[in-house]
């Protein structure tokens, strides 16, 4: 995500870890650097030089906090300027520490207990508001809420079929209406559905717009009357660079917004533009989506998300995601992966673990390894780790708990039942004995070794 953004800062980076003393000369080379990732990821030229303007004034000023270097203090300098530009609006940061910054409570401080919150979701055409829909019903779900979605898109032919198909993967309720137009209603209705339900959140999806269609601006208007929503939600295209700002102040003179959920961040070089315009409307960024499945949706949080930018890591959303796989964890699998004793059926588990919260979540969040992994690499794990997946699956029990019991003829049948060449059983097997040994070493080894037993160290 901001390959362009996270590259140049982290190279600007380096000219002051490398440096033997700050001068006002590598600052001026320093902010020029930042100018030219920035600009380079579409941000407002303004926003640009007042970000390096208020970069170097502090930076040549400040005193370092005690115990801070100045070194370290002009990061904590940039790290701060940057949240800010993406909304960040708590006091100028001054130190860092393993632990990251307390963020916000984000979205979930709207929605109030004991009565149904009814959520508005708002968004321009193409924007993928339905499938975000379904990606917001499926975080809430994981973070304990109950919720009902009503499908109120009655200009787009399918809207409907494809949200009940995508909220029923999750056991969400959709409720809408097939042959109506009238969305104004089938929102009243929808309300009525669930109102007797034990539901803590109502999320209505609407038809996409444009700022510049009158008819359905009046609708979205009507909409917010009837629903008297505690939540409006704005879903923008991360593509669409800094003319996010004019969408989104558009849609908060009709109804006003409380938040914006960015999409399709991932390989755009318009996504810092769409980021720093939202912020700028004085909307919160609620939410970004990292990619295609419904799972892929990130509440967002600026000082988090300039962490990963500029390499410091983000071990909080790494802790997040492997939260979510707790009520599968085993204590006594994780006594036999740190003994070394570790099975077949133990790495199995791993690679589903690791498969569940995706390569470039699990890599992008963990310090000083993010840049170091290209996309063709993460390939190659991922194709790597698919390949091992179906060898496991053709495997018998007593084969995962003993794998010295394959030989020659149990390795034809497992490679007949998986598709794959007995090289690649033998490998995986290798790679597996190698896996335990690795399991009682250092984390930095245990990460080399990470990316060796996907061939690609």
Not at 285 to 306: K, Y
């Amino acid at each position: 995500m901001f390959d362009n953004l996270r590259d140049g800062l982290r190279s600007a980076l380096k000219k002051i870890v490398g440096a033997s003393d700050i001068n006002e000369e590598l600052i001026d080379s320093l902010c020029k650097d930042v100018q030219r990732a920035l600009l380079q990821s579409d941000v407002n030229v303004r926003l640009v030089l007042t970000i390096t303007k208020n970069l170097k004034e502090r930076a040549m000023q400040e005193q370092p906090p005690k115990g801070l270097s100045r070194k370290d203090h002009v990061v904590t300098i940039l790290y701060g300027e940057l949240a800010k530009m993406l909304g960040y609006s708590g006091e100028v940061i001054t130190t860092i520490d393993k632990k990251g910054i307390d963020d916000d409570p984000g979205a979930t401080a709207f929605f109030k207990p004991g009565k149904q919150n009814v959520v508005l979701m708002l968004g321009i055409q193409g924007s993928g508001k339905t499938t975000v829909t379904a990606k917001l019903s499926r975080w809430l779900t994981k973070h304990g809420y109950r919720v009902g979605v009503v499908g109120a898109d009655t200009w787009r032919p399918g809207a409907l079929t494809q949200l009940k198909m995508n909220c029923s993967k999750i056991n969400v309720e959709v409720y809408g209406e097939e042959n109506s137009k009238d969305a104004v209603g089938i929102a009243r209705h929808g309300l009525e559905h669930f109102k007797p339900q034990n539901l803590d959140v109502v999320i209505i999806d609407t038809a996409g717009r444009h700022k510049e269609e009158a008819g359905l601006l009046q609708e979205m208007k009507e909409m917010y009357q009837v629903a008297t929503p505690e939540l409006v939600l704005l879903v923008i295209d991360g593509t669409i660079g800094q003319q996010a700002y004019n969408q989104a102040a558009a849609f908060h003179q009709a109804a006003p917004v409380g938040g914006i959920i960015i999409t399709k961040l991932d390989g755009t070089a318009k996504g810092g533009g769409a980021l720093a315009a939202s912020a700028a409307t004085g909307a919160k960024v609620m939410f970004i989506g990292t990619g295609e499945r419904i799972d892929d949706l990130e509440q967002f949080s600026p000082t988090r998300f300039v962490g990963r930018l500029l390499g410091m890591g983000d071990i909080k959303a790494l802790l997040e995601m492997a939260s979510g796989l707790e009520g599968q964890a085993d204590e006594n699998q994780a006594k036999r992966l740190f003994s070394g004793k570790m099975t077949i059926e133990d790495f199995y588990a791993q690679m589903e673990q690791v498969s569940k919260m995706g390569f470039r979540n699990v890599i992008d969040n963990l310090p000083g390894l993010s840049g170091m992994v290209k996309e063709d690499q993460l390939d190659a794990m991922q194709e790597r780790m698919e390949k091992w997946r179906f060898i496991i699956q053709s495997m018998t029990n007593e084969e995962k708990k003993d794998p010295d019991l394959i030989n020659e003829s149990r390795r034809k049948r497992i490679a007949r039942g998986s598709g794959m060449p007995e090289g690649e059983i033998k490998h995986m097997i290798q790679q597996y004995n190698n896996s335990k040994t690795m399991m009682k070493q250092s984390k930095g080894r245990q990460m080399q070794g990470l990316m060796r037993r996907f061939g690609i160290g």
